[in-house]
């Protein structure tokens, strides 16, 4: 599919469309002449000798360089965005999050004798810290900037974890309605579902790192928190997605970041909120972690850190108790996994929604021809119409704990019965009203975002991690004393009599029950070969848009080939049926678009970063493949020069030379290979042009 196509002229396209690079090769060659002496004059024999000589040189240090210029791995890749994903290349492991921060401590961890469990552990902890306050997937111009999420230790998540041996464990850590929660909590009054004590459900996230620490980590606990306390307590440059969220989570009301004390702290520490640039610091987080660290995560559940955080929440209206986080378990679920073109795709099942994912990949995979070369326009159509059917079954999805059926029910979402079923009812013509997809009419929630990371270690350990404490700045509770920002799960739950915006009634199966955890959108999935090794391990932020996303970055990566870079760096298009329209990036094909537009879609156009994803593919030798969203300013996945580890299989720590100074990284050798080289030829034409 091509990412840019020659364009009407109309002002309707100029709008959805960037504008074209122009690249200029603005190069004088020389032209020779014939002498019209048949004697060389003394200066031309001069000129002769010179590049004689100066030949000579060059050759000899290209014959010393080039060849670890051809055969050093390559550091440069390109997107659909003209910018490169952050990629590590190695076979002792590697990690992809939001955060090049973040990623750098994660593949460290590893690099000193820890596994994927250790660095995971790391990298949500140092999450905690660089994007705690917002995740990365708010775009330009998005009218709804404030149903984005931010990650924690004051939230909650879910993990998928294949171990060495080829078995799956899907670990819960989601967030749960405290005791005192009831049905009706929010009616007529849902703006406390959003803000304030009562929207805070109580934090898994510490129980979940402390269980799989415990269960597949290598490395003590306290050394695995370290990087986030050095981090959270020396600082970090605040960059420009930090600043966009921090005026989106204020937006006209009063400005909380810097006009009350508890936040203006880290946030507003001369009085105004910090710029592109500043250091921020979060000095009470990172004594938090550092006792966390050496007291384990129970800390976290009681003591002084759990008195703090049930006063902040209480003195905010809130109704949670000591009670309710000591006694907050992770709960292990089932696996949902289906089989897709020899492969075999794992993922989550209910509250989280791996399996609307699967089912939308199992009715895909009855196709063969999807997303051939002569096939695009169509197979776009038919994964929208996949997508409509996967959502409309979602809104039946809800805690297993407290439904009788949800087993059976999501039994039936993978039979070959209902796949048959929907690949039946999807029409290569035209697209349908939305009761033929959810006949009951329930609400398709419009959660907000999350943060994930993908990890893999040598040994076939491999993780992917979903993490969030909801919207921006969570419930805008923080615990004075010790920095910790408080969820706003509870608002992930359906209210009862209070249809949505487009009229659609709110699902019995997601309504609040205490102890209940809310359905999520998130879609950790790890992607298996037929022997059980690891081939592709997905996952994205995005709220809603989780499930589409990592949809089509796992058919981009097995039907299409692409590499994990490439995958992330395609266009994207989101359809949840409720609102009834399918979006798509402007960077979509113009083609495929007016294709669905001509079957009856309603198109809408928006700008790239709804969802964010993180991706690794494993290639055949072994080596990682790991890439970072490319579409986030500040993430990982977005560096001008990408980077690779080498093997460090004899246990000395890899140092992964990096090319990008701004990010604090060092240039790689076939870059200093190349810049050697170049500068060789530019100063040998230089004297020969003297």
Known sequence: METYQSRQSSSQDAEKQPLLETWETPIQRSQWTLLHDTRLSTSTMFRLAKFTVLSTLLLTIITIHLPSVLTSPLEFATSRFDRTSELEEGKRGAVASESAICSRHGTDIINIGGNAADAV????????????????????????????????????????????????????????????AFQDMFEN???????????????????????????????????????????????????????????????????FLSQDPTWALDFAPNGTRLGVGDTITRKRYAATLETIANEG??????????KTMIDAVQKANGTMTLEDLANYTVAIRNISEIDYRGYRITSTSAPSSGIVAMNVLKVLGTYDDLFSLDNRNLSTHRMDEAIRFGYGLRTNLGDPFFLDGMDTYQEMMLADSTVEEIRKNISDQHTQAVSAYDPQGYESLETPGTSHIAAIDHSGLAISAITTINLLFGSKVMVPETGIIMNNEMDDFSIPNSSNSFGYIPSEANFIRPGKRPLSSCTPTIVTHPNGTVFFVAGSAGGSRIITATVQNIIHAIDEGLSAAEALAQPRLHDQLVPNRVTFEYDYDNETVSFMEARGHNVTWVGPGEST????????????????????????????????????????????????????FRVGARQQNEECVLSCFQFALALCSA
């Open 297 to 306: 995560p129970d800390a976290f559940y009681s003591g002084s850190i759990a």
């Open 189 to 255: 009054n849902t703006e406390a579902a959003v803000s304030g004590g009562l929207a805070s459900a109580v934090p898994g996230e510490l129980r979940g790192l402390g269980y799989l620490h415990s269960k597949y980590g290598s490395l003590p606990w306290s050394a695995v928190v370290q990087p986030a306390i050095q981090t959270a307590r020396e600082g970090w440059p605040v960059g420009q997605d930090l600043v966009r969220y921090m005026k989106a989570a204020v937006g006209d009301g009063e400005d």
């Open 121 to 180: 552990s790391n990298d949500l902890a140092d999450l905690s810290v660089v994007r705690h306050p917002a995740d990365s997937n708010l775009s330009d111009g998005c009218n709804n900037a404030l149903r984005r999420n931010c990650c924690g230790i004051g939230g909650g998540g879910f993990m998928l974890v294949k171990t060495p041996e080829g078995s799956f464990e899907a670990i819960d850590f989601r967030e749960t309605a405290p005791a005192a």
């Open 613 to 664: 994803a993180q991706a690794i593919r494993v290639l055949p030798n072994g080596t990682f493949d790991a890439a970072g969203e490319p579409r986030q300013a500040d993430s990982g996945g977005r560096k001008d020069l990408t980077w690779k580890g080498r093997d460090t299989s004899d246990g000395g720590r890899d140092l992964s030379e990096v090319a990008r100074a701004q990010a604090g």
